[in-house]
T-cell receptor, first 113, second 111 residues
Framework: KAGVTQTPRYLIKTRGQQVTLSCSPISGHRSVSWYQQTPGQGLQFLFEYFSETQRNKGNFPGRFSGRQFSNSRSEMNVSTLELGDSALYLC????????????FGPGTRLTVL | DQQVKQNSPSLSVQEGRISILNCDYTNSMFDYFLWYKKYPAEGPTFLISISSIKDKNEDGRFTVFLNKSAKHLSLHIVPSQPGDSAVYFC??????????FGTGTRLTIIP
């Protein structure tokens, strides 16, 4: 079974631009969660989508948004990029019901110049 | 309010010895507990999990212990190997709530 895939793996943008990151979950998984990891920081939870609906949300500004499609693939969008948005963005998929294990993708490294 | 704490930011262990990583939590609602291992610039890798109905789960060199009364979770790695050097996160879950991660412990195995 293929793992979680994320595209692109690396991205360089400038301040003020917007960016869209993509995540394809493990086949059969209905939940996709997004996390941000900055140098020296732990995993900061952004949001979770389950069956195309946002089910949980972290404490990030409205510039960070996401969506999930009917095939469970998810996208995350960041508008009006700031230097502080430079980070490793991780997505994780799970079945989304009951005691559950999340499996992570390799991440997208975003650099904002 | 930090619900999950890993009080040791770093730990160094001699190769071949036992590594013990600890995690404390405050919310007794958590019913599923996981450990992840993370190398720099990569996504976390799932290692082992335990549900609240058990107090021990073993998988090869990795054993997770759960003490519900103390709200304490630990991961034992024995024997420790150089490839175990990484950051380890505990993660706790209940219901359909988000997975709550600890702050991580950087484990260094000394050859």
């Amino acid at each position: 079974k293929a793992g979680v895939t994320q595209t692109p793996r690396y991205l360089i943008k400038t301040r003020g631009q917007q960016v869209t990151l993509s995540c394809s979950p493990i086949s059969g998984h209905r939940s996709v969660s997004w996390y941000q990891q900055t140098p020296g920081q732990g995993l900061q939870f952004l949001f979770e989508y389950f069956s195309e609906t946002q089910r949980n949300k972290g404490n990030f500004p409205g510039r960070f948004s996401g969506r999930q499609f009917s095939n469970s693939r998810s996208e995350m969008n960041v508008s009006t990029l700031e230097l502080g948005d430079s980070a490793l963005y991780l997505c994780a998929s799970s079945q989304g019901t009951g005691p559950d294990t999340q499996y992570f993708g390799p991440g997208t490294r975003l650099t904002v110049l | 309010d930090q619900q999950v704490k890993q009080n040791s930011p770093s730990l160094s262990v001699q190769e071949g010895r036992i590594s013990i990583l600890n995690c404390d939590y405050t919310n007794s609602m958590f019913d599923y507990f996981l450990w992840y291992k993370k190398y720099p610039a990569e996504g976390p890798t799932f290692l082992i999990s335990i549900s609240s109905i058990k107090d021990k789960n073993e998988d090869g060199r990795f054993t997770v212990f759960l003490n519900k009364s103390a709200k304490h979770l630990s991961l034992h790695i024995v024997p420790s190997q150089p490839g175990d050097s990484a950051v380890y996160f505990c993660a706790l879950h209940f219901g359909n709530e988000k997975l709550t991660f600890g702050t991580g412990t950087r484990l260094t195995i000394i050859p």
